[in-house]
């Protein structure tokens, strides 16, 4: 990030929340092509109740015997 051979980067978690001032992510903060921000973007109203929404289209379609989002190998 600091030389420019990666371009930019953004992170929205840390292994810490929220991360110690001595963490290496809060050290690149004043780089222009770096962001940093809070793991909080499912904590809206409207993110959970998406993912409540989604949780329960996904037991229907199970018990319909059409699950969705299968991961296989």
């Known amino acids: 990030l600091k030389s ?5 980067a953004g992170f929205d978690v840390a292994t ?9 992510m ?7 092509n770096f962001i940093l921000t809070p793991h909080v973007a499912w ?3 409207q993110a959970i109740q998406a993912l409540a929404d989604q949780l329960v289209d996904n037991i229907e379609a199970f018990q319909r ?6 991961v296989t190998a």
Do not use: K, T, Y
């Not at 810490?16 to 290496?24: G, N, S, Y």
């Not at 809060?26 to 222009?32: G, I, Q, T, Y």
């Not at 015997?65 to 299968?70: D, K, Q």
């Open 26 to 32: 809060m050290r690149l903060l004043d780089l222009p």
């Open 43 to 45: 904590a809206s109203r």
């Open 65 to 70: 015997g059409a699950p969705r989002n299968l």
């Open 4 to 8: 420019g051979q990666i371009a930019g």
């Open 16 to 24: 810490a929340e929220p991360p110690p001032a001595d963490h290496v």
